[in-house]
């Protein structure tokens, strides 16, 4: 998924009062530890973490600052490593919510 298509479907679950993103992959839920822009080959990379994840607000924040520097770029999700090799690509982005907390998912 390009960055601009990532952007808009995080709004969106925002206006949803969606709080906080997970990385979510068959039925493994990750947090997102890191936010890394490669501009070699031109991509963003979302590093998945086992602990803690990042706010919509705070990752919004992140790829508009990665937008304005680089432009529309694809972005990936990875297992702790930049290689593109072992990134995966972005499927989709959907709303969920449990008990009192609202979450958005990147599906992979």
Known sequence: MN???LRSKLE???ELQGE???IKEDNLISGIDSVYKNQEDKS???LKSKEETIKVDHLLE???EIYAFVGDVEVFTSDRELS???SKKIQS???AQYELVKMLFINV
Request: net charge neutral; proline share 0%; charged share 30%.
């Open 44 to 46: 963003v990379v979302l």
């Open 3 to 5: 960055l601009l298509d």
């Open 84 to 86: 593109r090799d072992i």
């Open 62 to 64: 992140i790829l508009n």
């Open 12 to 14: 969106k679950g925002k």
């Open 20 to 22: 906080v993103v997970y």
């Open 93 to 95: 982005v959907e709303f």
